[in-house]
């Protein structure tokens, strides 16, 4: 079983940045893949970026260049820095660890105003 905590959501103007935290608990000796996905209000989860236990990471088109995945594994930590943010950004986002199954966290709010 892994627990996943979220925090560091919020507003923020159009162009400004936010970090946000998810800290894994539980089972976390097992974790190799750690991610952020968003939801836009009758979507379905959208990949926003993933990294690995070796630091490789991935992300989704739309955040490329603007957006950050980092993981600190002594603090079973993993950031997402998102900077230039846009409207479009604005979402549910929700961390996630693969072990044999999804895990979830509850999910933070980000609103981007314009």
């Known amino acids: 079983q892994v627990q996943l905590v979220e925090s560091g959501g919020g507003l923020v103007q159009a162009g400004g940045s936010l970090r946000l935290s998810c800290t894994a608990s539980g089972s976390v000796f097992s974790i190799n893949t750690m991610s952020w996905y968003r939801q836009f209000p009758g979507n379905s989860r959208e990949l926003v970026a993933i990294?690995?236990?070796?630091?490789?990471?991935n992300y989704g088109d739309s955040v490329k260049g603007r957006f950050r995945i980092s993981r600190d594994n002594a603090k079973n930590t993993v950031y997402l820095q998102m900077n230039s943010l846009k409207p479009e950004d604005t979402a549910v986002y929700y961390c996630n660890a693969f072990v044999a199954m999804n895990y979830w966290g509850q999910g933070t709010q980000v609103t981007v105003s314009s």
């Open positions: 990294i690995n236990s070796g630091g490789s990471t």
